[in-house]
């Protein structure tokens, strides 16, 4: 009977044996270098997977930053570049590269002026602000002025028509006010030449050309 029994134990441990090496060799077929592997090795394993995807994670997290840095600087590029082309444009218009569009006066002198009183008005125009002034179709640079006596005004070579016509760019309440003040320049004129009557306008907007001239400095140059 004991016999017995050790046969059937003998035989029942071989069997599992059998079965335990089948399933170890179809393992290793399926996938022989993580089935070589032990316990531990496979726990260190599976740390090192863990690892290296928390290390792939904050990569991601870097380049992303990286990326919204990028974008972030090319935008406050284009700003930085459209608003230094605003602002050199500016400085063209006012300087008279540009032509100019916006509010402000237009003054009308009907009757004969000279020149220097023609400048008088533009000077009191300059000084309340204007930013940008043509008379007739000429538009006012440095070294543009009204000369000529009664009845033969000429600017920048060009002979002016009557009635004469100022535009300026500006804050038309001021340039209005300073030359219809009590005691200004409009009133002075009219004091030596009764027969000439001028009228100034607040405008909405007007469309100022640029100036024909070259305005690149013959000598000077930037001090950068």
């Not at 009977?1 to 134990?9: A, E, K, W």
């Not at 400048?119 to 309340?128: K, V």
């Amino acid at each position: 009977m004991r016999r017995r029994r050790s046969l059937l134990t003998f035989t029942a441990v071989m069997a599992l044996l059998g079965f335990l090496v089948v399933t170890q060799l179809n393992s290793q077929a399926a996938d022989d270098r993580l089935n070589a592997l032990s316990v531990p090795e496979l726990g260190e394993l599976v740390a090192n997977l863990t690892t290296r995807n928390d290390q792939l994670r904050e990569e991601i997290r870097t380049l992303e930053s990286q990326r919204a840095a990028v974008e972030a600087a090319a935008n406050r590029g284009d700003t930085s570049a459209g608003q230094i082309r605003a602002d050199l444009d500016r400085v063209l218009g006012w300087s008279g590269a540009l032509a100019v569009i916006g509010p402000g006066v237009r003054v009308t002198v009907e009757g004969n002026l000279p020149g220097d009183a023609v400048e008088q008005l533009l000077n009191e125009l300059r000084n309340a602000g204007a930013e940008a002034i043509t008379i007739g179709d000429t538009r006012l640079v440095p070294g543009v002025v009204v000369t000529g006596p009664t009845g033969g005004l000429v600017v920048d070579g060009q002979p002016l028509e009557q009635p004469l016509e100022i535009q300026a760019v500006g804050q038309a309440e001021t340039m209005g006010g300073t030359l219809t003040r009590a005691g200004g320049p409009i009133a002075q004129l009219a004091a030596q030449y009764p027969e000439t009557v001028v009228t100034v306008v607040a405008v909405d907007r007007l469309d100022l050309p640029a100036t024909e001239r070259d305005l690149g400095p013959k000598l000077g140059s930037p001090r950068l």
